[in-house]
């Protein structure tokens, strides 16, 4: 029984940034594969990040170098720092994870936990 959970959406103009967290107090975050998707209105849930339990990260091309994900296992805790943010990244954004094996996933059914989501709203 987890409960893993998301912060740090809300409303900004483009070219703005925020940093949205992903925590789970059931978990040891470092022993997972941890992934940020996200899903708009009318379109299919995204990749968009993800780090496995050596700190290796991918991120999805329509975000790379404008995001980065990261871990502090101190504080067991996720982020996606979100830089240079456009309308087209307006989503709700979801964490998600699973024990990591040794391979890492960019689709949806690799994970078996995820959070509730966080909104992202970027105005012109």
């Known amino acids: 029984q987890v409960q893993l959970v998301e912060s740090g959406g809300g409303s900004v103009q483009a070219g703005g940034s925020l940093r949205l967290s992903c925590t789970d107090p059931?978990?040891?975050?470092?022993?997972?594969?941890v992934a940020w998707f996200r899903q708009a209105p009318e379109k299919e849930r995204e990749f968009v990040a993800s780090?496995?339990?050596?700190?290796?990260?991918a991120h999805a091309q329509s975000v790379k170098g404008r995001f980065t994900i990261s871990r502090d296992n101190a504080e067991n805790t996720v982020y996606l720092q979100m830089n240079r943010l456009e309308p087209a990244d307006t989503a709700i954004y979801y964490c998600?994870?699973?024990?990591?094996?040794?391979?890492?996933?960019?689709?949806?059914?690799?994970?078996?936990?995820w959070g509730r989501g966080t909104q992202v709203t970027v105005s012109s």
């Open positions: 998600a994870t699973y024990l990591d094996g040794g391979q890492m996933s960019t689709i949806t059914q690799s994970y078996s936990s």
């Open positions: 059931g978990r040891t975050l470092s022993t997972c594969v």
């Open positions: 780090i496995n339990s050596r700190a290796g990260t």
